[in-house]
């Protein structure tokens, strides 16, 4: 079974960083290219970042880039999200979603983990 | 950037009504567009992918049709289990990946 587990998500102020970690399980996570997606309380989805099976491409949303790094260590099946400068607008739950494999279609999800930005 | 508009943003229906709900692209997307079910507190699930296939495991009562900037998401007759809200998104042209902003389907 397909399983990806979020962890990290704390209470942080602003200015301040933050790492993610996702968890796979029940596939070879190599052989997939991998995502965080994230959504604001009440709000819709906002994709953030995007990263080949082999880590040779990454991309980033604009709201986040240059603050938000995205890496893998295939070997120990975990996606990561390094958070930087963090604002208040960061605050959502974050996803880390799999790529289908021929395209960027999100075809499973972890639970999520929430991130919220505050003094 | 591709922008993904949904309408109408609330449908109220009943248990056996039928449900259409529109994504409109700002550009030709191809049938590069998908679309997602969230449940309130879950992550979401795929539903349909490149505008008209079914994910695995989604009833046939759920599909997909349009190509280009019209995208329409059918269920053909509701079941409890379907109340939720609808993203669709598309994959043609990026970065950035885009959402539409949703259309939650409502027991009326």
């Known amino acids: 079974e397909v399983q990806l587990v979020e962890s990290g998500g704390s209470l942080v102020q602003p200015g301040g960083s933050l790492r993610l970690s996702c968890a796979a399980s029940g596939f070879t996570l190599s052989s997939y290219n991998m995502n965080w997606v994230r959504q604001a309380p009440g709000k819709g989805l906002e994709w953030v970042s995007y990263?080949?099976?082999?880590?040779?491409?990454?991309y980033y949303a604009d709201s986040v880039k240059g603050r938000f790094t995205i890496s893998r260590d295939n070997a120990k099946n975990s996606l990561y999200l390094q958070m930087n400068s963090l604002r208040a607008e960061d605050t959502a739950v974050y996803y880390c979603?799999?790529?289908?494999?021929?395209?960027?279609?999100?075809?499973?999800w972890g639970q999520g983990a929430l991130v919220t930005v505050s003094s | 950037e591709i922008v993904l508009t949904q309408s109408p943003a609330t449908l109220s229906l009943s248990p056996g009504e039928r449900a259409t709900l529109s994504c409109r692209a700002s550009q030709s997307v191809s049938t590069y567009l998908a679309w997602y079910q969230q449940k309130p507190g879950q992550a979401p699930r795929l539903v349909i992918y490149?505008?008209?296939n079914r994910a695995t495991g989604i009833p046939a009562r759920f599909s997909g049709s349009g190509s280009g900037t019209d995208f329409t998401l059918t269920i053909s007759s509701l079941e409890p289990e379907d109340f939720a809200v609808y993203y669709c998104q598309q994959r043609s042209n990026w970065p950035p990946l885009t959402f539409g902003g949703g259309t939650k389907v409502e027991i009326k």
């Open positions: 490149d505008a008209s």
């Open positions: 990263i080949t099976s082999s880590a040779t491409t990454v």
């Open positions: 979603a799999r790529d289908m494999g021929f395209g960027v279609i999100f075809d499973y």
